[in-house]
């Protein structure tokens, strides 16, 4: 009996247990579902979220890119290069954002524009070859643009022998001294460094006026000597003068020991003679001396003596020379220094250590020949 209810006890036990399992189930399952729906709710809400915010991206990007709202293209690349890792300079969009659009010009390309116009204006020719010259440091120097037109060991620093008698007359008149006094030629003009021969011999007598035109036609040593003795203050005072003339005119190469160019120490630099030459055809006397022919001199006893001009181009129809000085002595070779018209154009040359009498002539021709040569086959300039 005790086993029967035990039985019975059990089993209703089981039953309940049962019921309340299956209870369970039907209340997990409803939560289940619940969870489920709530997850495909929330996923529509998402997808519904991101297809407004895709067409209101859209609609923001089309507005954004309309004229007036563009976002500029340079910008555009780099974000795009960012996004694919391709160089910005190598980007489609970073191409594109260097071409002009419209009638609009990108700056660099209007600056480049104006330097190559600019170029173009300050061109005298556009010469084809450079010219052939013998000599071993030249400059050819358009003074109407201050550029050159030709270089050759233009800052080598070279004795520069007789040019240094520029320098010299510049000083001589910057001092502002009467042009109508006596010099006297003394034994202290007498070369000794060189022993070179002149025909004004000791006892000569011409005015300051006269002994400067010796000097730079003829390129007679004791009168340039002579003209720094008279300087106030002596050679010494001179030659000092002549160094600071040369620091004032930016000649930051060159070096006068004496008044001559007799002394090889008298260095300088084509480049640097340029500024010398230029300076020096502002001088009316300078320019009048250098480019004269010959002269003749009544020497003592009523004795006349034809001087010549050591650069035979100034005789010449073909030339038109606002400046001339030649220059000679071993160290330095021959040398000439030359501020021309070519074809009505002004230009400064420099020719300096040429090898033979008449190589430093050939090579003066020869550049004006060039010049003449590319002028004819220069294009028309238009100014604006």
């Given at each position: 009996?005790?086993?029967?209810?035990?039985?019975?006890?059990l089993?209703?036990?089981?039953?309940?247990?049962?019921?309340?399992?299956?209870d369970?189930?039907?209340?997990v399952?409803?939560?289940?579902?619940?969870?489920?729906?709530?997850?495909?709710?929330?996923h529509?809400?998402?997808?519904?979220?991101?297809?407004?915010?895709?067409?209101?991206?859209?609609?923001?990007?089309a507005h954004?890119?309309?004229?007036?709202n563009?976002v500029?293209?340079?910008?555009?690349?780099k974000?795009?290069?960012?996004m694919?890792a391709?160089?910005?300079?190598d980007?489609?969009?970073?191409?594109?954002?260097?071409?002009?659009?419209g009638?609009?010009?990108?700056?660099?390309?209007?600056?480049?524009?104006?330097?190559?116009?600019?170029?173009t204006?300050?061109?005298?020719f556009?010469?084809?070859?450079?010219p052939?010259?013998?000599?071993?440091?030249?400059?050819v120097?358009d003074?109407?643009t201050?550029?050159?037109?030709?270089?050759?060991?233009?800052?080598?620093i070279t004795?520069i022998?007789?040019?240094?008698?520029l320098?010299?007359?510049?000083?001589?008149?910057d001092?502002k001294?009467?042009l109508?006094?006596?010099?006297?030629?003394?034994?202290e003009?007498?070369?000794?460094l060189?022993?070179?021969?002149s025909?004004?011999?000791?006892?000569t007598?011409?005015?300051?006026?006269?002994?400067l035109?010796?000097?730079?036609?003829?390129?007679?040593?004791?009168a340039?000597?002579?003209?720094?003795r008279y300087?106030?203050g002596?050679?010494?005072?001179?030659v000092?003068?002549?160094?600071?003339?040369?620091?004032?005119?930016?000649?930051?190469?060159?070096?006068f020991?004496?008044p001559?160019g007799?002394?090889?120490?008298?260095v300088?630099?084509a480049?640097d003679?340029?500024?010398?030459?230029?300076a020096?055809?502002?001088?009316?006397?300078?320019?009048?001396?250098?480019t004269t022919?010959s002269?003749?001199?009544?020497?003592?006893?009523?004795?006349?003596?034809?001087?010549n001009?050591?650069?035979?181009?100034?005789k010449?129809?073909?030339w038109?020379?606002?400046?001339s000085?030649?220059g000679?002595?071993?160290?330095?070779?021959r040398?000439l220094v030359?501020?021309?018209?070519i074809?009505?154009?002004?230009?400064?040359?420099?020719?300096?250590?040429?090898?033979?009498?008449?190589?430093?002539?050939?090579?003066?021709?020869?550049?004006?020949?060039?010049?003449?040569?590319?002028?004819?086959?220069?294009v028309?300039m238009?100014?604006?």
């Amino acid at each position: 009996m005790k086993k029967i209810l035990l039985i019975c006890v059990l089993a209703g036990h089981a039953l309940i247990a049962q019921a309340g399992e299956n209870d369970g189930n039907k209340g997990v399952e409803p939560a289940r579902h619940h969870v489920k729906h709530h997850k495909k709710s929330h996923h529509k809400a998402v997808h519904h979220h991101k297809t407004v915010r895709h067409h209101k991206t859209h609609h923001q990007t089309a507005h954004r890119e309309s004229p007036k709202n563009r976002v500029s293209e340079p910008e555009t690349a780099k974000v795009a290069a960012i996004m694919d890792a391709t160089p910005i300079a190598d980007h489609p969009k970073a191409v594109q954002a260097n071409l002009p659009e419209g009638n609009e010009k990108p700056a660099a390309a209007h600056e480049a524009s104006l330097a190559m116009k600019y170029d173009t204006r300050l061109s005298l020719f556009q010469p084809h070859s450079s010219p052939k010259l013998r000599s071993s440091f030249a400059l050819v120097y358009d003074e109407e643009t201050q550029r050159p037109l030709y270089t050759k060991n233009p800052d080598q620093i070279t004795p520069i022998a007789s040019i240094t008698k520029l320098m010299t007359a510049m000083v001589v008149l910057d001092a502002k001294p009467d042009l109508d006094e006596e010099i006297r030629v003394s034994e202290e003009d007498l070369d000794t460094l060189k022993g070179t021969h002149s025909r004004l011999s000791v006892g000569t007598t011409f005015t300051r006026r006269e002994m400067l035109n010796l000097a730079l036609m003829s390129s007679e040593n004791r009168a340039a000597s002579a003209l720094a003795r008279y300087y106030p203050g002596g050679k010494a005072a001179a030659v000092a003068a002549m160094n600071a003339k040369a620091r004032e005119l930016g000649m930051t190469n060159t070096t006068f020991r004496d008044p001559t160019g007799l002394n090889s120490q008298n260095v300088s630099t084509a480049r640097d003679l340029v500024k010398m030459v230029a300076a020096a055809r502002k001088y009316k006397l300078i320019h009048q001396f250098t480019t004269t022919a010959s002269r003749v001199m009544e020497a003592k006893r009523g004795r006349e003596l034809l001087f010549n001009n050591t650069n035979p181009l100034v005789k010449s129809n073909s030339w038109e020379i606002g400046l001339s000085k030649t220059g000679f002595i071993n160290e330095a070779g021959r040398c000439l220094v030359m501020q021309a018209q070519i074809r009505q154009h002004p230009v400064i040359i420099v020719l300096l250590d040429s090898v033979g009498k008449s190589t430093r002539i050939g090579d003066a021709n020869r550049v004006k020949k060039w010049i003449e040569s590319a002028s004819v086959q220069a294009v028309p300039m238009h100014r604006g």
